[in-house]
């Protein structure tokens, strides 16, 4: 099986 | 005030086509130098982010910077009155509550104008960081629209793996497995090429069906800009010619 990352995974949010 | 003529109103129409299936709601920002966007879609796995020069439009006026909070589906409707060589002119003023959308056909003395009520949007930001891609991949956006397709009826997932000699694209499911392996191409048919540029080679695997929503911009861009990092998402770009630039993000899928 494969897991979708998030893009909050690599992308800080503000 | 802000106010921005475009000659070539068919571009407006396909941009917001290529990202109305991804975004909805999005704070359009407005500055002096130009305008851009950047949302993520509901699931926080792909982002969208539109960078438009002030340069590529026959007429651009914003005095301060301002923030037009849109429904991307609304907007879309409007733009379904636009015909294909209409003038488009986008004019909102300080603190509007609507944005002003007008569509002239010189030719055919045929103006349409809509307000389009603005939304108020708390949308987070993202901080993309300036990547170094140790891959990056130009290829013609047709072929890869058509890969992307076609490999998406026999898998959800692509694996995509870079090094100087090719970029594969590699499915596995059910019906069996295979790949698609595209080698360094400069034919003489500038629109025919596929070019590497590889400096460490990445291996990551993606959804497809999101690269098959990118793809809508393919009318944008005769090329598709692959930049691939072994720890970063996915960006797959589509240059707007004198204009400015599109770019998806979108996050890899590990294996368990």
Do not use: W
């Amino acid at each position: 099986g494969r897991t979708q990352v998030r893009l909050d995974s690599f992308f800080r949010v503000y | 005030m802000f106010e921005a003529k475009l000659t070539e109103g068919l571009i407006l129409k396909k941009i917001v086509e290529s990202i109305k299936d991804i975004v909805t709601d999005v704070n359009i920002d407005i500055s002096p130098s130009g305008i851009s966007l950047q949302a993520m879609d509901s699931s926080h796995v792909a982002l969208v982010s539109l960078n438009l020069s002030m340069d590529g439009f026959e007429h651009y006026r914003a005095d301060t910077n301002m923030v037009l909070g849109v429904s991307i589906a609304n907007l879309a409707k409007v733009m379904k009155l636009a015909d294909n060589n209409d003038q488009i002119t986008l004019q909102a003023d300080q603190e509007a509550t609507h944005l002003k959308i007008i569509f002239e056909n010189p030719k055919t003395e045929r103006t349409t104008e809509f307000n389009l009520n603005l939304i108020t949007i708390d949308s987070e930001h993202l901080a993309i960081p300036e990547t170094e891609y140790s891959s990056v991949v130009t290829i013609n956006s047709g072929e890869f629209s058509k890969i992307c397709k076609e490999l998406f009826s026999l898998s959800e997932t692509v694996q995509i793996t870079t090094n100087t000699d090719y970029v594969q694209f590699s499915v596995e499911g059910e019906v069996g497995s295979g790949q698609v392996r595209l080698g360094h191409n400069d034919s003489e048919k500038k629109e025919d090429q596929t070019i590497l540029e590889v400096s460490e080679s990445v291996q990551q695997q993606f959804a497809i069906r999101y690269l098959n929503m990118f793809n809508k911009a393919s009318t944008l861009s005769s090329f598709t800009r692959l930049c691939l990092h072994q720890e970063q998402p996915l960006v797959v770009e589509f240059k707007i010619d004198n204009l400015g630039v599109l770019k998806y993000f979108l996050a890899p899928k590990i294996s368990d």
